[in-house]
């Protein structure tokens, strides 16, 4: 339900960690104080402009003054944390007054849990959008070209075509099959968008889309069609970018991902030198030898509002702040700021900059084909229906059992047992029909003549759980860490039963660094693992656990295979980890 390299404190968004904040400036004191909560995308520009702000001298009435603070969480994730009631500890960044998220489809999805926990969740004051950015299909120039484009409109039925029959059905043999990167729709509003679009692609619909026809079978052949294509799924576009920039960098941009369901914005990114959103890298970073290009869907689209709701957390003054910082981001210069950055501003119109970028007609910038969103009972028939349709996963989840896993991890548990229970916790995140298995490894040993060993063979989750479970919690940790010998082994293992039809992965969940003098030529390993034929390929997806893992290596074999290197060095976060973990398939 992410393969891409997302490493620091990138990784941390997906989980919900504070990752951006801006509190400085020169004015001071201030009276009030206003936490706002954004979307990754546009997280480091609205911390740009909240220092603007906090700089700018502005007073609230009664002579008062403001200082806005802003942290970044994705979307999905922040949406979660509020119907749960924000806690700071455990949601990693600090209670919003604020929220602004990339669509209203969260807020529907928000008002939705308020209602069915009878808990008020939103205010009633309509929240007003900062800015805008359609979802679009982003595609290397080449293959869009191939399709026809610009001059041919093209939509999610070619998609789910080119799923079914190939490169070769438009004459490109030697692009292989067609590959749909695509986000998971829980956490990601790309991912959620493109989900939504695809259920009325499939009615032929543009509005008032109903619960009857989510469920009807000729729309979930449709819907499933579709996802059968795709490579993984991601919890931030950003990871998909990052990976196709590298991709690109060794002159591979048409052998990863033939499609990127995403923002508008994002494709501007990318194209400007900024694959995973850093402000400072736009028009500075190393543009793409193969530019994206934002194909927008002929067969429906949405666009994404970036509102901006005040919560039931702030108070009266809270209240006023945010009314004067929303009016800060509406004036002209501030929307400028947007467009810069990508975005449409809050009435839709696309600066020069986007329009050169992702190569705009006059047709795609004012003429969209629009779908409305749909109402809180169909969003969440969309999703429902999602997890059944959704591709199939087939992973290999790998245990470090090294003694070190002993050591403590804070609040009276080993890593050991803090692994344990977060692996054993996020079983039942699979679908059913999932196949799951497990490794352990350390190193050799007299009853083990290899480090790593089989404990549960990949079987469907549905009859697998239980003995997972108590395998899982069977665990002991001894010996030392033979990292690159089983993390071969278990690719290859996995690539000699490869099911083309599933998404393919590996998993390691490791505290430390190779310790297997036998096995020690990283270089050597990464050549190995290299996930360049995507027909063959399976991704490794890797978890360093404590500050004595390595974790520029295990970023490095996640880079090699495609797949995501995830931080949980600091053990309390590996409960959310592992849920980002299971997020990719």
Same mark, same amino acid.
């Given at each position: 339900?992410?393969?891409?390299?997302?490493?620091?404190?990138?990784?941390?968004?997906?989980?919900?960690?504070?990752?951006?904040?801006?509190?400085?400036? $020169?004015?001071?004191?201030?009276?009030?104080?206003?936490?706002?909560?954004?979307?990754?995308?546009?997280?480091?520009?609205?911390?740009?402009?909240?220092?603007?702000?906090?700089?700018?001298?502005?007073?609230?009435?009664?002579?008062?003054?403001?200082?806005?603070?802003? $942290?970044?969480?994705?979307?999905?994730?922040?949406?979660?944390?509020?119907?749960?009631?924000?806690?700071?500890?455990?949601?990693?960044?600090?209670?919003?007054?604020?929220?602004?998220?990339?669509?209203?489809?969260?807020?529907?999805?928000?008002?939705?849990?308020?209602?069915?926990?009878?808990?008020?969740?939103?205010?009633?004051?309509?929240?007003?959008?900062?800015?805008?950015?359609?979802?679009?299909?982003?595609?290397?120039?080449?293959?869009?070209?191939?399709?026809?484009? #610009?001059?041919?409109?093209?939509?999610?039925?070619?998609?789910?075509?080119?799923?079914?029959?190939?490169?070769?059905?438009?004459?490109?043999?030697?692009?292989?099959?067609?590959?749909?990167?695509?986000?998971? #729709?829980?956490?990601?509003?790309?991912?959620?968008?493109?989900?939504?679009?695809?259920?009325? @692609?499939?009615?032929?619909? $543009?509005?008032?889309?109903?619960?009857?026809?989510?469920?009807?079978?000729?729309?979930?052949?449709?819907?499933?069609?579709?996802?059968?294509?795709?490579?993984?799924?991601?919890?931030?576009?950003?990871?998909?970018?990052?990976?196709?920039?590298?991709?690109? @960098?060794?002159?591979?941009?048409?052998?990863?991902?033939?499609?990127?369901?995403?923002?508008?914005?994002?494709?501007?990114?990318?194209?400007?030198?900024?694959?995973?959103?850093?402000?400072?890298?736009?028009?500075?970073?190393?543009?793409?030898?193969?530019?994206?290009?934002?194909?927008?869907?002929?067969?429906?689209?949405?666009?994404?509002?970036?509102?901006?709701?005040?919560?039931?957390?702030?108070?009266?003054?809270?209240?006023?702040?945010?009314?004067?910082?929303?009016?800060?981001?509406?004036?002209?210069?501030?929307?400028?700021?947007?467009?810069?950055?990508?975005?449409?501003?809050?009435?839709?119109?696309?600066?020069?900059?986007?329009?050169? $970028?992702?190569?705009?007609?006059?047709?795609?910038?004012?003429?969209?084909?629009?779908?409305?969103?749909?109402?809180?009972?169909?969003?969440?028939?969309?999703?429902?229906?999602?997890?059944?349709?959704?591709?199939?996963?087939?992973?290999?989840?790998?245990?470090?059992?090294?003694?070190?896993?002993?050591?403590?991890?804070?609040?009276?548990?080993?890593?050991?047992?803090?692994?344990?229970?977060?692996?054993?916790?996020?079983?039942?995140?699979?679908?059913?029909?999932?196949?799951?298995?497990?490794?352990?490894?350390?190193?050799?040993?007299?009853?083990? #003549?290899?480090?790593?060993?089989?404990?549960?063979?990949?079987?469907?989750?549905?009859?697998?759980?239980?003995?997972?479970?108590?395998?899982?919690?069977?665990?002991?940790?001894?010996?030392?860490?033979?990292?690159?010998?089983?993390?071969?082994? @278990?690719?290859?293992?996995?690539?000699?039963?490869?099911?083309?039809?599933?998404?393919?992965?590996?998993?390691?969940?490791?505290?430390?660094?190779?310790?297997?003098?036998?096995?020690?030529?990283?270089?050597?390993?990464?050549?190995?693992?290299?996930?360049?034929?995507?027909?063959?390929?399976?991704?490794?997806?890797?978890? @360093?656990?404590?500050?004595?893992?390595?974790?520029?290596?295990?970023?490095?074999?996640?880079?090699?295979?495609?797949?995501?290197?995830?931080?949980?060095?600091?053990?309390?976060?590996?409960?959310?980890?592992?849920?980002?973990?299971?997020?990719?398939?």
């Amino acid at each position: 339900m992410l393969v891409a390299v997302v490493v620091g404190l990138m990784l941390l968004v997906a989980v919900g960690v504070v990752v951006s904040a801006s509190g400085g400036g $020169s004015g001071g004191d201030c009276d009030v104080r206003l936490e706002v909560n954004s979307s990754t995308e546009k997280g480091d520009l609205l911390s740009d402009l909240a220092e603007d702000y906090n700089d700018s001298g502005r007073e609230l009435a009664g002579g008062k003054c403001a200082r806005v603070a802003v $942290s970044e969480t994705s979307s999905g994730v922040a949406k979660d944390a509020l119907a749960q009631g924000w806690d700071e500890g455990r949601d990693g960044a600090p209670e919003p007054q604020v929220w602004t998220p990339s669509s209203s489809l969260w807020l529907t999805l928000l008002q939705r849990d308020a209602t069915a926990a009878d808990r008020e969740l939103l205010t009633d004051e309509k929240p007003r959008s900062l800015a805008t950015s359609p979802l679009a299909i982003a595609m290397p120039r080449p293959m869009a070209e191939a399709l026809g484009w #610009p001059e041919k409109k093209i939509g999610w039925r070619d998609v789910l075509s080119l799923t079914q029959k190939g490169w070769a059905s438009v004459g490109r043999p030697e692009w292989g099959r067609f590959s749909l990167g695509k986000d998971n #729709p829980h956490t990601s509003t790309s991912g959620l968008g493109a989900t939504v679009a695809t259920f009325y @692609a499939a009615t032929g619909r $543009s509005s008032d889309l109903t619960v009857d026809d989510v469920k009807d079978a000729k729309t979930r052949r449709f819907v499933a069609g579709v996802e059968s294509g795709v490579l993984h799924y991601a919890s931030d576009a950003t990871a998909y970018m990052a990976n196709l920039a590298e991709a690109d @960098a060794d002159g591979q941009a048409l052998s990863y991902a033939s499609a990127i369901a995403v923002q508008e914005q994002l494709i501007h990114l990318y194209n400007q030198g900024s694959p995973t959103g850093e402000t400072e890298k736009i028009g500075k970073g190393k543009k793409p030898q193969v530019p994206l290009v934002a194909v927008h869907p002929a067969d429906g689209t949405l666009m994404f509002d970036h509102p901006f709701a005040v919560l039931p957390s702030a108070s009266k003054d809270q209240r006023a702040a945010a009314a004067d910082f929303r009016a800060f981001l509406l004036e002209d210069a501030q929307q400028r700021r947007f467009q810069k950055t990508g975005f449409r501003d809050h009435e839709g119109n696309a600066g020069s900059e986007l329009a050169r $970028s992702v190569s705009l007609s006059e047709q795609s910038e004012g003429n969209l084909s629009l779908i409305d969103p749909p109402a809180d009972d169909v969003l969440a028939a969309v999703l429902d229906s999602w997890d059944e349709l959704r591709k199939k996963a087939r992973v290999l989840l790998v245990m470090d059992v090294s003694g070190s896993m002993n050591q403590s991890s804070g609040g009276g548990q080993s890593r050991m047992e803090a692994a344990k229970k977060a692996a054993a916790d996020t079983l039942g995140l699979y679908h059913p029909d999932d196949e799951v298995g497990l490794w352990a490894f350390s190193t050799k040993t007299d009853d083990h #003549p290899e480090p790593y060993r089989e404990i549960v063979p990949p079987r469907p989750v549905r009859d697998n759980e239980q003995r997972l479970t108590e395998a899982i919690k069977g665990l002991n940790a001894e010996g030392g860490t033979a990292l690159y010998t089983t993390v071969r082994a @278990a690719q290859k293992e996995m690539l000699a039963d490869l099911d083309a039809d599933r998404i393919n992965a590996v998993v390691v969940l490791t505290d430390g660094r190779n310790e297997y003098p036998a096995d020690n030529d990283l270089d050597a390993l990464l050549r190995d693992l290299d996930a360049s034929q995507l027909e063959r390929s399976v991704r490794v997806f890797t978890v @360093a656990f404590s500050g004595q893992a390595d974790f520029g290596t295990l970023t490095k074999i996640a880079t090699a295979t495609k797949a995501t290197s995830y931080d949980a060095r600091d053990p309390a976060v590996i409960d959310k980890v592992m849920v980002s973990v299971i997020s990719n398939f």
